[in-house]
């Protein structure tokens, strides 16, 4: 079995190629994924930052939406960043009209949390499972999670609120590791991609 995973960014909306780079970088064969038959291909998932409301429409548009829903409940890996991680929440607090999520982490997020003023900022976060120094987080217009279920581990918390999660093979940041040139989330991220396909071929 070649070693090197595929691993898929959803590229409906939102920073696509930022990621399609971070995975590259992270020794990821990484491709963009749009159309359910791309998605049979992937071992893994990222589902980038940039507008939720409007990935979600077009994830149903497309007609990946059920497929994708469909593929997390069987365990694929998958990462969301900021509206990336509201996609994966299973509840969001305060919705758009219209406006679904895949789901696959037991966590209500909250979108646009930080709030007017600071609608954007950096800020060093500790991240657990990421070695070394914190992580450069960069938050735009970024949610935050509310609460999550007894399965879902926090990994990272900033201005005592959670900011990064993970769920058995979801795993999702408020903040955005693929604008800083530091890859090790997404590191993180293919080493679970990785663990999956170990499992999956034993
Ligand atoms: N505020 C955006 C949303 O609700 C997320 C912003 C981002 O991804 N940078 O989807």
Redesign the pocket.
């Known amino acids: 079995m070649n070693d090197t995973p595929v691993i898929g960014v959803l590229a409906l909306q ?2 696509v190629r930022e990621h399609l780079t971070a995975l590259a970088v992270a020794d990821a064969v990484a491709r963009p994924v749009r159309r359910p038959e791309e998605l049979t291909e992937v071992d893994g998932l990222v589902i ?8 979600s429409k077009l994830a149903v548009l497309f007609g990946v939406m059920e497929p994708l829903r469909a593929r997390v409940r069987d365990g694929l890996p998958v990462y969301g ?4 991680m ?1 996609m994966l929440a299973d509840k969001i607090l305060d919705p758009r009209s219209g406006q679904e999520t895949v789901g696959g982490i037991d966590m209500i997020v909250r ?2 949390a930080f709030g007017r003023q600071n609608e954007s900022f950096e800020a060093a976060v500790e991240v657990e499972g990421v070695a070394g120094a914190p992580v450069e987080g960069v ?5 935050w999670v509310e609460s999550v279920g007894a399965g879902v581990e926090v990994l990272a918390e900033h201005g005592g609120h959670i900011v990064a999660v993970r769920q058995g093979n979801a795993l999702a940041t408020s903040f ?1 590791p693929e604008l800083t040139g530091d890859h090790r989330v997404h590191a993180l991220f293919v080493d679970m991609v990785r663990a999956e396909r170990a499992a999956e071929s034993l």
């Open positions: 939102g920073d980038p930052g940039g507008e939720s409301t409007t990935i960043t900021c509206a990336g509201i979108r646009n938050f735009i217009r970024a949610p955005h």
